[in-house]
């Protein structure tokens, strides 16, 4: 009798416990978020994963290179051009046979602006070479700003070689030049050393000041040390006439 009633006492028991239990799982399914059953016939693999880092880290250092190159590139200066052969040398007793174009310069002006001698093609160009310390630049530097206006198509470009010291000057020696003789619009340009010399892309000054001419058509025409007016727009007004 007693084993008959243990056995119905565990049937309830387990008749609790399954149904427990299948009410936990119901309730399990219905917290669960809903899924839409599909499952994928190449689901993604761990190489899978791999090559998406790979590709998405690639687009993101081309990307930073790009912007670094074009960075790069904006902060770099465009290269010089000139004329294929050109020459800057000339005698102070002759123009050149044949002809050559002069060439060309970067430099900067009074206004911290970059200057290039081919921006002024189609004038008839005086380069007037100075220095801060030279008598006679200074008086020739009074007239530059009335000369400069009073020709068509015609541009003075002063160059200052020097300071006071001998030393290559800064744009605030520029400044305070331009503003002593009243240069408005005529570029006053700081000289440099790779400048000046006797090779063919450098200028080689005969004396303090020297002037150079360049005509209409961007040949180099005429070298003269020391300042003759006279003598310096006649030969200008000609140029101009040409």
């Known amino acids: 009798m007693f084993n008959i009633m243990y056995k119905i006492f565990l049937l309830f028991v387990f008749l609790i416990s399954c149904s427990n239990a299948k009410e936990d799982v119901v309730q399990s399914e ?12 190449d689901p993604p693999g761990a190489d899978d994963w791999a090559d ?4 998405s880290s690639d687009s993101i250092d081309e ?3 790009s912007d670094s190159d074009t960075s790069d590139t904006s902060d770099e200066p ?13 005698s102070w007793t002759s123009q050149p046979d044949p002809l050559n ?18 921006d002024f093609q189609g004038d008839v160009i005086m380069l007037d070479f100075s220095t801060l310390w030279c008598g006679v630049c200074k008086r020739v530097a009074e007239h530059v700003q009335d000369m400069h206006d009073s020709y068509d198509p015609f541009s003075i470009i002063t160059i200052l ?10 744009i605030s020696n520029l400044q305070d030049w331009a503003s002593e003789y009243g240069i408005t619009t005529s570029p006053v340009l700081a000289g440099t050393d790779e400048l000046l010399g006797e090779e063919a892309d450098q200028w080689d000054l005969n004396g303090i000041p020297c ?9 180099l025409r005429k070298m003269q040390p ?15 006439l040409e």
């Open 101 to 118: 174009h002069p060439c060309n310069f970067r430099l900067q002006d009074q206004n911290g602006d970059s200057v290039e001698l081919y």
């Open 30 to 41: 219905d917290s669960a978020p809903p899924s839409n059953g599909i499952v994928s016939e």
């Open 211 to 219: 002037f150079f001419v360049i005509d209409k058509n961007f040949y």
């Open 78 to 90: 465009e290269e010089l051009s000139s004329y294929e052969g050109c020459s800057n040398e000339i």
């Open 226 to 240: 020391g300042w003759n007016e006279e003598t310096m727009t006649g030969y200008i007004e000609g140029l101009i």
């Open 52 to 55: 998406d880092t790979d590709d």
């Open 161 to 170: 070689t020097e300071d006071n010291s001998g030393n290559r000057p800064n």
């Open 63 to 65: 990307s930073d290179s």
